[in-house]
């Protein structure tokens, strides 16, 4: 399951704008000079949307003892070997398109990562209302034998259609472990359609109308919401930072989880 083929490489170059964020992202990008992008300041929320969705991720890995990430539709995140993993994570598991994983081994495969990391290729159309249904099965139940699971879907949702998240969610239900968190951004309904307007390529197209509430009624309840930009309502923001500050970041856990045990050390 990936995002459009293009958006792994773009979304790169606007991560190596950001010194110090990450140290790879310039040689997944399209080089010295990448194509503006496609939204108004989306430089600026890809950014805050990684350095939001860090500080949760790390929270939550130690939380709740996570050993078993499985990063769907990763593109060229690299945050196992940038990141300070918990010890209590074993096997990070990174999937996405064959050829974004092979560029992706290339630029890695001398590094070292804070953890075993697994690459695992999954198909999915955006443009259509199907995916490869065997294929991401398999991919679940591979990472269905932690007891303790993260799932994270960063900038991914938001190109698939509402019946391809409600299969999706369906399947997490049906496969992934009870002791199971999900972590996603998400875009409100109003702004779906000024990101088309400025959009340049596929249209964005999952923004449900009832926000994070769409994924209860599947199984999942809202543990978190945590916005890209935090601001006062009383304090209107600059025109370059109201989209950023539309998107939010959430974490989902599985109904069925009970209370985490103590944290573990790093």
């Known amino acids: 399951m990936s995002a459009p083929p293009d958006t792994a490489a773009w979304t790169a170059a606007c991560r190596a704008t950001a010194p110090g964020l990450d140290p790879w992202a310039a040689q997944f990008s399209f080089g010295a000079n990448p194509p503006p992008p496609p939204i108004p300041n ?11 969705m860090d500080g949760l991720i790390l929270r939550v ?7 078993t990430v499985l990063n769907l539709g990763c593109g060229y995140d ?5 990141l300070r993993i918990p010890s209590c994570v074993t096997l990070w598991i990174d999937a996405d398109s064959p050829s974004v994983l092979e560029r992706k081994r290339q630029v890695m495969n001398s590094v070292p990562s804070r953890c075993p990391v697994l690459y695992r290729p999954v198909r999915i159309d955006s ?11 398999r991919l679940l139940e591979k990472a269905s034998v932690s007891p303790n699971l993260l799932v994270i879907t960063e900038g991914l949702l938001v ?19 009870p002791r199971c968190w999900w972590i996603t951004d998400l875009v409100p309904h109003p702004a779906l ?21 769409f994924f209860s009624a599947l199984g999942w309840s809202i543990a978190s919401r945590h916005p890209v930009v935090r601001h006062s309502p009383a304090t209107p923001l600059p025109p370059r930072f109201r989209l950023s500050s539309s998107l939010e970041i959430v974490l989902f ?5 009970r209370q985490a045990p103590a944290a573990c050390i790093a």
């Open 61 to 67: 890995l130690g939380k709740h003892r996570i050993s």
């Open 78 to 82: 690299t945050r196992p070997w940038r």
């Open 193 to 213: 359609a000024l990101m088309n307007a400025k959009a340049d390529g596929r249209p964005f197209r999952f923004a449900p109308r009832e926000g994070p509430e």
């Open 42 to 52: 989306v430089i600026e929320s890809v950014i805050r949307r990684t350095h939001v």
């Open 127 to 137: 443009q259509k209302d199907e995916y490869e249904h065997a294929g991401m099965e």
């Open 159 to 177: 190109y698939m259609t509402t019946q391809q998240v409600s299969m999706l969610t369906a399947q997490f239900s049906a496969q992934l472990p």
């Open 253 to 257: 856990e599985n109904t069925l989880a």
